[in-house]
């Protein structure tokens, strides 16, 4: 449960404290690219932007999904594919992989919800695997070799994104567009009724609330977020590959968003932080890494089970 | 400890002073490659010591150059390791970035050496891509491709008599294009493929698989598939006795790291082409022996000793440019320069990238023939430079064009 009721008037408001850390977030932001490689900060904020599509749905609807790989790989493929073959613009490359994700996302989504707890998990994971030996045959996506070299192009014909910087603050601006949606969708009417049915679904039915409707709904809106990660993310590195879409992918994000906390607002950002922190900065460290990714893993679920994000807003009795 | 090297670094300014011609040169190589998974074995810490031990025998500070090498694991994962390349080239002025193994990653790094006007030095990957549609003027692909193997494979053995042949393929496009390219080749000379199957990635039972191939009655069984497939397809292959019984197993992608894994009951009577093996002459011998020192006796691949071979080769190119900042022309350099080492011999670095050197046709020994630890192949064939790659034309380079 997150907390106590709070009168309406607030709900559609964002709390102080909130409002504040996005504020901190956005300056973060503006200078993170002259501390850090403007790149490597990229590849956080799309892994972020996946982890908060993948938090929507497990944090507010409990629904666990294992196979959001599917809509961020196919995504990447859909949009590298667009931007190279067919020539698109970033902004329509970028918008025909989210509608990709959208689309895969109402037709697992339409299978996946009449089941419950871990089927729906088991049948969203054999889609994913479908969909991955899919892509790992499917001429067009190049199978183990990916698709390499998309073109960045100029976006809306003026920003040229070939400019790492100018990349960046474009990322971040769809970043934060995203994470803004989402938090509004979570505290919408729209949220709380996804939060009942998490909370008790023969309850909500009972209240007269079509519940495979709005479960459908969270779906497809979580699918075509994840999209959007992987469109952007095959913008940046100009490529589109099979890791994209295998199950580990889907793994990686369960973990990104337990390790920052479920169902909070800014766990999943800091879980992808970290995730991808540990992937870059050990990367040095050779065979090691596993073993270190592996005891933090074993750290974090023993000493905050709620997360970093989760812990830290038990400790202020505060949601985050 | 800083004193030492700043008085170090006085007195190679000083030598550099000193000569004039020989002004300062940095130059810094990173290693990029498979330091905790599959390739681990073939490329990671053993592609480090051989890129230091290029350096070594180089003696680039008496030539004025000071070379520093750094390395990092890819994960196999292109993402990850275009993110490393690029943070290498923007952020931490590294110059070069040599081995690779994984096509994928190595595609994706080519793109970004391109990109950024530095080098890439691929040893581990095998994709032909890299030197066929995608290949770049700042790539050179040193040790081997998918064709090369193929074709090498294929011809020899056909040649020798092995004129019937039935395929085990992995069902995805590298190993469609390994079966393809090596049908294409037995064919061509005569030879009839009598059947193929498919079997999905990473399997584990091939046995159904086996039997079909064991009943075509096919001279020659080929492998077209890679890594944890190919052991577990040769280790089953002994549990039927197919080798026993007069049929032949032809690996398209076999490395002496996997021949090692294998042991010699399972894996003997493979034939493969391979670019290196260490016990051919005394050079290769000689390496060897640092090697396994240096990388906890593991003896070299033909990854390693390309990651030597081109290491020695790039900085030969740089004395010669005398800097390392402009990719393309220090690539252009070393088409130009004819190379020379103890592992490959004399070569050549044509056009499109593609290092050319005899490629040779092993077969793995019984286990009485073996005298000892890594004592493992006999020649059957040496295939010349000139039959060994795929023709300059067929690739479709468009760099090679003009």
Not at chain 1, 280 to 304: D, K, R
């Amino acid at each position: 449960m997150s907390g106590s009721p709070t009168p309406h008037a607030k709900e559609t408001g964002m709390p102080k404290h909130q409002r504040a850390i996005v504020v901190a977030m956005v300056a973060v932001l503006l200078v993170l690219p002259h501390l850090l490689y403007p790149v490597f900060v990229m590849k956080v904020l799309c892994f972020a932007l996946f982890a908060c599509a993948f938090n929507l749905l497990i944090g507010y609807v409990g629904l666990l999904s294992f196979g959001h790989a599917l809509f961020f790989g196919w995504a990447a493929y859909v949009s590298a594919h667009a931007a190279k073959i067919w020539g698109f613009p970033p902004e329509l490359a970028i918008l025909s992989g989210m509608a990709c994700g959208a689309v895969l996302g109402l037709v697992v989504g339409a299978l996946a919800i009449r089941r419950q707890g871990i089927y729906f998990s088991m049948i969203t994971l054999a889609l994913a695997q479908m969909a991955y030996f899919f892509a790992l045959q499917a001429p067009f996506t190049g199978g183990e070799d990916g698709l390499q070299r998309v073109p960045r192009g100029t976006m809306f014909g003026l920003l040229d994104l070939r400019n790492d910087l100018v990349l960046y603050y474009v990322v971040a601006a769809i970043f934060l567009g995203a994470f803004l949606l989402i938090y509004r969708i979570v505290h919408s009417p729209f949220g709380q009724v996804l939060k009942a049915i998490r909370e008790n679904e023969p309850r909500a039915v009972s209240l007269g609330y079509r519940v495979d409707q709005y479960k459908l709904a969270a779906f497809v809106m979580s699918a075509a977020l994840a999209g959007l990660a992987g469109a952007v993310k095959s913008q940046i590195f100009q490529l589109a590959s099979l890791s994209d879409v295998h199950w580990t992918m889907s793994g990686e994000v369960v973990l990104m968003t337990l390790v920052g906390g479920l169902g909070t607002v800014f766990g999943p950002i800091v879980g992808a932080a970290v995730i991808i922190s540990m992937q870059n900065y050990l990367a040095e460290l050779g065979s090691w890494v596993t073993v270190v990714q592996g005891v933090i893993f074993v750290v974090c679920v023993l000493a905050f089970r709620r997360g970093i994000v989760g812990e830290i807003a038990a400790k202020l009795k505060k949601p985050l | 400890m800083r004193n030492l090297k700043s008085m170090l670094l006085g007195a190679i300014t000083l030598a550099g002073l000193a000569l004039p011609a020989a002004a300062q040169v940095n130059v810094k190589i990173g290693v990029l490659s498979d330091m905790s998974s599959l390739y681990a074995d073939l490329g990671g810490a053993g592609s480090v010591a051989a890129a230091r031990m290029a350096v070594e025998d180089f003696n680039a500070a008496a030539k004025g150059m000071r070379v520093e090498i750094v390395s990092a694991d890819h994960q196999n994962r292109a993402d990850v390791g275009s993110n490393i390349a690029r943070q290498w080239f923007d952020r931490d002025g590294v110059d070069v970035i040599v081995d690779v193994p994984n096509s994928g990653v190595a595609l994706a790094v080519n793109g970004v050496a391109r990109e950024k006007n530095k080098v890439f030095l691929v040893s581990g990957a095998a994709t032909s891509a890299l030197t066929g549609e995608q290949c770049s003027p700042n790539t050179v692909h040193w040790t081997y491709d998918t064709w090369a193997l193929a074709n090498g494979t294929g011809k020899a053995i056909v040649q020798q008599g092995g004129d019937t042949w039935f395929f085990l393929t992995a069902d995805y496009a590298f190993g469609h294009q390994l079966e393809a390219d090596t049908s294409a080749v037995v064919t061509k000379l005569g030879g009839r493929v009598v059947g193929s199957v498919r079997h999905p990635l990473n399997g584990s039972d091939f046995s159904s698989f086996l039997l079909q191939a064991q009943a075509s009655r096919a001279k020659i069984i080929g492998v077209a598939n890679a890594g944890g497939d190919t052991i577990n397809t040769i280790k089953q292959a002994g549990e039927f006795g197919i080798v026993r019984r007069g049929q032949s197993l032809a690996g398209l992608l076999i490395f002496i790291s996997d021949v090692h894994g294998l042991g010699l009951e399972a894996a003997q009577g493979l034939v493969f082409t391979d670019a290196f093996y260490w016990d051919a002459n005394d050079g290769t011998r000689a390496f060897a022996r640092r090697m396994a020192a240096a990388n906890r006796g593991i003896h070299p691949t033909m990854v390693h000793a390309g990651v030597y071979a081109s290491v020695t080769h790039y900085l030969k190119a740089v004395e010669a440019n005398k800097s390392a900042a402009d990719g393309k022309a220090t690539v252009d350099r070393m088409k130009a320069l004819p190379t020379d080492d103890a592992l490959f011999g004399k070569g050549t670095v044509r056009v499109d990238g593609r290092k050319i050197h005899d490629m040779y046709l092993y077969e793995v020994k019984k286990p009485s023939e073996s005298k000892g630890a890594w004592d493992y192949y006999k020649l059957r064939a040496t295939i010349p430079a000139a039959e060994a790659f795929r023709p300059l034309a067929e690739g479709k380079c468009p760099i090679a064009g003009s």
